[in-house]
């Protein structure tokens, strides 16, 4: 898989208190879930956040938060998220709450 372990880390730091976290290797890449629903994860060059569409555009205003698209369409709900956020406290913090909050809306999977 290509991502940073180090980027890696520092969410699975920030999610270690979590209860119903869990790791899966996708979208080439290692995702967070919380109860079976995606909250984030990394891929090379940074990371992604699943947001909720609710909460995207709110997301996009933080320096660093780009639409996600993968395939040239973006994935509403999904941001994508510099390295150089996830290494920034504050503004990782900002994004990662939005992104459990989505989570926590959800039905286990």
């Known amino acids: 898989m290509a991502y940073d372990e180090g980027l890696a880390e520092i969410l699975r730091s920030?999610?270690?208190?979590e209860n119903g976290i869990?790791?899966?290797?996708?979208?080439?890449?290692?995702?967070?879930?919380?109860?079976?629903n995606m909250v984030c994860g990394v891929?090379?060059?940074?990371?992604?956040?699943?947001?909720?569409k609710e909460r995207e555009g709110v997301a996009l205003e933080?320096?660093?938060?780009?639409?996600?698209?993968?395939t040239g369409r973006p994935m509403g709900g999904m941001v994508d998220v510099?390295?150089?956020?996830?290494?920034?406290?504050?503004?990782?913090?900002?994004?990662?709450?939005m992104a459990l909050e989505n989570a926590r809306s959800l039905s286990p999977k």
């Open 82 to 97: 510099s390295e150089d956020l996830l290494s920034d406290d504050c503004r990782r913090e900002q994004v990662l709450s």
């Open 22 to 36: 869990s790791e899966k290797k996708m979208f080439g890449g290692l995702c967070f879930l919380l109860h079976g």
């Open 43 to 52: 891929h090379q060059g940074g990371g992604m956040m699943r947001v909720g």
């Open 62 to 70: 933080i320096d660093g938060v780009d639409p996600l698209s993968f």
């Open 14 to 17: 920030d999610l270690a208190d």
